[in-house]
């Protein structure tokens, strides 16, 4: 018996891939795979991006499980850890915490870690949803510069709210935020979403973070992915059961 499916493209995937590497050539990618892909399988869609630079998930559980299916690349941990055990897993793993309150600040002075890790601090631009203020990345930075559960130079990142909306203001006053912010620190930085990497190249910085475009989804409201250049990777097919006339 025929039933309700998803079917997944992996040439489709691989299409959009392409398409973003193409949008910001001078950027690595840090493929977002959060919600099992959004519902497209984490574990085969990163087997099937093996160009991708960096994974980025929202929960610790799913870094692990693409750990353990065998995926090597650097994991951005997007919403950070929330407890000493999560930051112990954290390090045996080379996961990249994101580090986006006090809290998690404090967490990782304090925690005794098998190896260092590499961390990312998240700026709040404009977006208001995660993130330390502008004015406190300084303090941020000084402390884990000096903690030894850090390696290497800091990361920056922070995330659009409006990047769909084209004539919107918004955009640049976040991006013009988040580089007064960061620019006098060496770290690495990362601002663009789907919508950043298609339509706002001047925040392209040196990672992007696609989500939804990858899998064939405009990130506007007013336009089809297939209008971005873009491909459907989910296609839901049924069958009819019957047909009735009223």
């Known amino acids: 018996m ?50 991708a630079d960096a994974f980025a998930v929202a929960r610790i559980e799913e870094a692990v499980a693409l750990r353990q299916a065998g995926i090597t690349r650097p994991i951005v941990l997007l919403e950070g850890c929330f407890c000493a055990e999560d930051l112990v897993i954290a390090a045996q793993y080379q996961f990249q915490p994101v580090i986006h309150h006090a809290g998690q600040l404090a967490d990782i002075l304090a925690a005794s870690l098998p190896q260092p890790v590499r961390v990312w601090l998240k700026v709040d631009t404009g977006m208001h949803r995660l993130g330390v203020f502008p004015e406190q990345v300084a303090h941020y930075v000084t402390q884990l510069s000096h903690c030894a559960n850090v390696s290497g130079n800091i990361g920056f990142v922070s995330h659009f709210c409006r990047a769909d909306e084209l004539s919107a203001p918004t955009t640049h006053e976040q991006l013009a935020r ?25 925040a392209h910085f040196d990672w992007v973070r696609p989500g939804i475009a990858l899998y064939g989804i405009s990130p506007r409201s007013d336009s089809s992915g297939i209008a971005e250049g873009l491909q459907p990777v989910m296609t839901l097919k049924s069958t009819l059961i019957s047909v009735r006339e009223h």
């Open 2 to 51: 025929l039933t309700a499916r998803a079917e997944i493209d992996l040439n489709a995937l691989q299409h959009n891939f392409a398409k973003m590497k193409q949008c910001c050539p001078k950027s690595k990618i840090i493929a977002v795979v959060k919600g099992n892909a959004y519902g497209h399988d984490a574990i085969l869609v990163a087997k099937t991006l093996s160009g």
């Open 178 to 202: 988040f580089i007064q912010a960061t620019a006098p620190h060496p770290g690495e930085k990362s601002l663009s979403n789907s919508a950043g990497v298609l339509y706002w190249s001047d």
